[in-house]
């Protein structure tokens, strides 16, 4: 089966740095996506890495060692809309379908 | 713009009662989802489907059925609704070949009572 963990919260304030880990263990490797959903609102897609390195998306970056099973979501110059639970996500082998973390719930205070 | 829409944002229905929950995306997608959410629990899958007329069991099928007779929409069906599927129930659709970015409606809320 298909196993990820992540913190349950983090905090960081208003223009800083913050990195959410993932580390996952699976039968086999279909990529490592990222989520983010806001209170009350739907989860939309920010990231998916298939292979190893960092993958930029404007603020937010993720990256990915397949060898340490680990990845991570970077967000910079941190703003208070960025407040929200951030949920990572493998593929699994043979269906078309994710296992998601329990998600990691961002405070970004003034 | 990419939709996916569910039928209620919020239900409220009585231990025992049939339910009946609606997706439609609009993206012509053959990947369909229902997921669950709970509190610290993350997103569980319940069912998929993979075209019309197909569906799979996912993680915790318990106490649920689907129904995809068209390819734009995938239904949940509580047979006989308990306390314990009070949940957001969220639904999501891809195209067959990438299925890492889920396109999600914005969630049924249903209350069980």
């Known amino acids: 089966g298909q196993s990820l963990e992540q913190p349950s919260e983090v905090t960081a304030v208003e223009g800083a740095i913050v990195q959410i880990n993932c580390t996952y263990q699976?039968?086999?490797?279909?990529?490592l996506s990222w989520y983010q959903q806001h209170d009350g609102g739907a989860p939309t897609f920010l990231s998916y890495?298939?292979?190893?390195g960092l993958e930029e998306t404007g603020r937010f970056s993720s990256f990915l060692s397949r060898s340490d099973s680990y990845g991570y979501l970077l967000l910079q110059e941190l703003q208070m809309k960025d407040s929200a639970s951030y949920f990572c996500?493998?593929?699994?082998?043979?269906?078309?379908?994710?296992?998601f973390g329990k998600g990691t719930m961002l405070l970004v205070s003034p | 713009d990419v939709k996916v829409t569910q039928s209620s944002r919020y239900l409220v229905k009585r231990t025992g009662e049939k339910v009946f929950l609606e997706c439609v995306q609009d993206?012509?997608?053959?990947?369909m989802f229902w997921y669950r959410q709970d509190p610290g629990l993350g997103l569980r899958l319940i069912y998929f489907s993979y075209d019309v007329k197909m569906k799979e069991k996912g993680d915790i099928p318990e106490g649920y059925s689907v129904s995809r007779e068209k390819k734009e929409r995938f239904s949940l069906i509580l047979e006989s609704a308990s306390t314990n599927q009070t949940s957001m129930y969220l639904c999501?659709?891809?195209?067959?070949?990438?299925?890492?970015?889920?396109?999600f409606g914005p969630g049924t809320r249903l209350t069980v009572l």
């Open positions: 890495n298939a292979l190893d």
């Open positions: 999501a659709s891809t195209p067959r070949e990438n299925y890492n970015e889920q396109f």
């Open positions: 996500a493998v593929g699994n082998s043979g269906y078309s379908t994710l296992t």
């Open positions: 993206m012509d997608h053959e990947n």
């Open positions: 699976t039968s086999g490797f279909y990529g």
